[in-house]
């Protein structure tokens, strides 16, 4: 952009870089509980609160109780199925009389009519923009409360229905479980509202967003900035790679960065002055020149786009885990600090130089990018497969192992996700060690306050576009708003350091799996196959693959090119990376075969390149990750079922419903198969005992809910462990990503969530956190073992590191090791794999009773950086009641740290799973579902949230558990 020097900068000595606008728009909050909510036929009314939807404004009125308690889910359904109107009245101020006003809704779910004292303003079908639409002043009127706001909303299902039946081309929907309502791919709301296989089903419908009005001042030389995009990019390309780029390099961090941003201007119709100067500043600082605007002198509202481009020197500061510098670098979770700079771009008229529009943002500094390097081939990985690349994510240089999980709508009613309980998702996820979040398609574009929390935390985040598990219309309509929803969210998340790549949708395209992907319904059909549908005759999958084409490759995927390139974008999860954006590239399923047990779920497991969804159903898992898990580069969704906490579960269900197989148990299980899986894991760990307990109503129900998480903890730690250790060697698959799914319940139910619905931590989080530590030392399942591995995701060479292993007995009173080995390791490189040589013969663990021993293996380096000690069992461990002795454990030094409460726990016998308990009091333990050995106290942390932990009282309420108490003596 040119300027004109003289007309710029004449006033740029008064400039106050930062201070607010103050005579470009007014704002009227119309959110509060003001409103009314309304039923199609008036014969419901209530009280209803903005932002918010009609099933949390009827509990609170009292119209209907808890949507999650007991079959509530099924009895509530007339509320989605029925049409809402919401209204509210207003008092015009005199700026709205005179002036020219817009209303403004961040949020409108969904199908949505707008009127303004009956007359109509206009229609809304997409959730996931902000709507606006200008309010004609002449029907304003004078007085207090004259003015009526109507925002009407259809049923998404019955709109939903209503097209696909009207639709040309037969749509066949994936419904994900059992009571899936239908007509999910013409509404463009969050997709599980409609059901999904770890959840329930609630069609909502409100202003579930912000909503204002929005006025003009009298001030005839106003504009507004009405959004910024922001991109990041490197100065220079990175250092090409070696011929064989394994183990990935580290690059020098950034010494400077371009820093360019896409300004979008509002200018008031009939404006006088219309030439603006923006200028940028970030940490206080101008980073630019004056940036000529000009506005066009019409009678309408404009909109006129400018780039301020600059080069920004950074600070990488030698040691990364000390921020410094006013100019510092942005790091993920564990690699550094998250400094955030303040970013500020102010409007002013070059007539005056009196500002009149500012926009600002907190910006972490960083350049992030996906890594796809040509490999060779080895034995696993041959050419049949295709081309085989690295996948990785690469931050200021560093090549990240992305720990972490995926994330899915915190509840089904968003209005209920309070600012804390957010973070209190979020900081959870940093506390175990994660590093990465895939924010899954089929949830919805989260409020800010995640983002800036993801920020703060230093969690990335891997961000589908709301696409998920179905073939979506094509239709003018259908892609003029798929592409309206898609250029305001890509411009409103672009501020945000943690968000590091977008990908169009989850499990979608042909080729991309081969289980659940609609195409497999398809795959039978040919170009020259049709079908009749109302008369027209249908293509065959042909036609459905020129219909993705249409809507991601043609509409999706431009928009967020041009809009934001700075970030990698790919065309789906699982993919082969960038590649299959030729859709006719065919994907494999890979896995190891055995004959012995049933093969695993397996989508699109190719190991050569890009990333995987892979699932697995064998408990055998826990002992033998090495020989059943695929090489493949990232796996971006693994997990396992598990039972939620008794503590969620009963707020929701009767006594009498909590035993397995009762009604209410079944109807809560949405994953189909995973329901028998789950007592397979039990029952291989535990034994039978433990279900025919639980299968009996009022006995041994809580405890077998323990177990479940626990059988699934073991199972999620064995194929942690090996895919960290994966990233080894190219041989071994070169793995750099392991997504769990999922990071959170979103009701109580059996799920896979690692956090129970409200934020509990659930046993497999303690265990995915410590084998998600930076420095883990491990025999990655394989016992007896001739090997020991240091995995590190540490950004510092380690040195002296000293390693231990010992070996106890469970059956027998052991005040010592019945025998320890130790040796060591001289350095561990940054990030990298190195095997101890510490060798412990099957034969020294054969002469011990059967089945009977556990293996700690402990790490210590000499820069003070200790690995958490794992423990290992035999792969034939059989964890039975009998086997164990009272491990008589008690719970000793009692202190406070800040406002945590310290204590210690300490047992006479070897105990196993130790889970404690804070009965009625909130907050969250430390580490849980451990062993403590004797004469080795474990020092235990209880952080009760808000306020501060009084030991005394949490003495009083504490008890412990383990398997000698979680297992049933006898039936």
Known sequence: MHFRARSLWWFLPALGLGVDATNTVGAFDLGGDMWTVTSSNKSVVANATVPGVVHIDLLHAGIISEPYNGY?????RWVALDNWTFTRTFTATQQMLQGTSYLQFDGLDTIATVTLNGRFIGNSTNAFVRWEAPLPSAVLKPGIDENTISVSFQCAQCVGQTLAAQYPIPLREFKANRYSYGGRPFVRKSQTHFGWNWGPGYITQGIYRAARIVTWTQNKNSALIDSVVVRQQAVEAPSAPPTIPWPPPWLPPPASLVLSLGVDVQCR???????????????????HNPVQVVCPVTNETTLVSVTIESTIDVTPTPDRLTGGGPLSLWYPNGFGKQPLHNLTIALYPISSGECTSVWDARLGLRVAQIVEDPLP???????????????????????????????????????????????????????????????????????????????????????????????????????????????????????????????????????????????????????????????NQVAGSFTYTLGVQKLFFDTVAPIIASVDSSRPLLPTSPSNGWLSKDMFIPDMCFHQPSANIAPPICYSSNPARGDAHYYTS??????????????????????????????????????????????????????????????????????????????????????????????????????????????????????????????????????????????????????????????????????????????????????????????????????????????????????????????????????????????????????????????????????????????????????????????????????????????????????????????????????????????????????????????????
């Open 618 to 971: 064998d408990p055998s898992v826990a002992f033998n990750a090495s020989a059943m898990v695929p090489p493949a580069k990232f796996f971006s969704e693994n997990g396992a079922e598990s039972y939620p906490s008794l503590r969620p579960l009963s707020m929701m269900t009767t006594e009498s419903d909590r035993f397995i197989g009762s009604p209410q148990m079944a109807f809560r299980e949405r994953a189909g198969s995973w329901g028998p899986a789950q007592l397979d894991w039990v029952l291989y760990h535990f034994g039978w005992a433990p279900i025919a307990k639980a299968s009996v109503p009022g006995v041994g129900f809580e405890s077998f809910l323990v177990l479940s998480q626990l059988a699934t903890g073991l199972g999620l730690r064995g194929i942690v462990e090996q895919w960290r250790l994966q990233k080894k060697s190219v041989e071994l698959g070169a793995t750099m990503g392991h997504l769990i799914w999922q990071l959170q319940d979103n009701w109580p139910g059996q799920s896979f969530g690692l956090l129970n619905w409200g934020g509990e931590w659930k046993q497999q989080l303690h265990f995915v956190r410590r084998s998600f530590a930076p420095l883990l030392v491990t025999a990655a399942g394989d016992v007896p073992i001739g090997a020991v591995h240091l995995v590190s995701d540490l950004p510092t060479q380690l040195n002296q590191c000293n390693v231990s292993a010992s070996v106890w007995f469970v059956d027998s009173p052991a005040s010592h090791p019945q025998k320890q080995w130790s040796v060591v390791v001289p350095t561990v490189p940054r990030g990298g794999v190195v095997e101890a040589p510490l060798h412990i013969p099957p034969s020294a663990l054969n002469v011990l009773p059967a089945n009977s021993w556990i293996l700690r293996l402990t790490a210590s380096c000499n820069n003070g950086v200790i690995a958490a000690h794992t423990d290992h069992f035999a792969s034939n461990f059989s964890l039975m009641r009998p086997k164990l002795m009272d491990p008589k454990c008690s719970a000793t030094s009692w202190g406070t740290d800040g406002d945590s409460c310290t204590f210690s726990i300490r047992c006479e016998n070897p105990a196993i799973f130790v889970v404690p308990d804070a009965g009625t009091l909130h907050g969250t333990f430390s580490d849980s579902g451990f062993v403590v050995l004797p004469l080795q106290p474990k020092v235990m942390r209880f952080d009760s949230g808000m306020n501060p932990c009084n030991p005394a009282i949490l003495q009083h309420n504490l008890t412990l558990s383990s398997l000698y108490t979680l297992l049933p003596d006898s039936l």
């Open 72 to 76: 509530n889910e099924l009895l509530l």
């Open 377 to 535: 081939y080895t034995t696993a990985i041959n050419s049949s497969l295709g081309p085989s690349r690295t996948f990785y994510f690469r931050v200021n240089g560093m090549p990240i192992f992305a720990k972490g999980a995926n994330s899915i709508p915190n509840d089904q009613f968003e209005a209920r996700v309070t600012p804390d309980l957010l973070w209190n998702y979020l900081s959870s996820a940093k506390a175990a060690h994660m590093t990465m979040l895939r924010l899954w398609g089929g949830g919805l574009y989260e409020r800010d306050e995640f983002y800036e929390y993801c920020d703060q935390l230093g969690i990335l985040l891997y961000h589908d576009c709301q696409f998920s598990d179905q073939i979506y219309p094509w239709h003018s309509e259908y892609l003029a708003t798929v592409a309206d929803e898609t250029k305001y969210q890509t411009r409103r998340l672009s501020k945000h350091a943690s968000l590091v790549a977008w990908s169009l949708t989850n499990e979608l395209l042909p080729g991309a799996v081969t289980n659940l992907s609609p195409f497999q319904e398809y795959a039978a059909m040919r170009p020259d196959q049709w079908a009749p549908s109302g008369g």
């Open 269 to 287: 119709p009939n404006i006088q002055a219309n030439e603006f100067a923006a200028v940028a500043s970030l940490a206080g600082m101008s980073i």
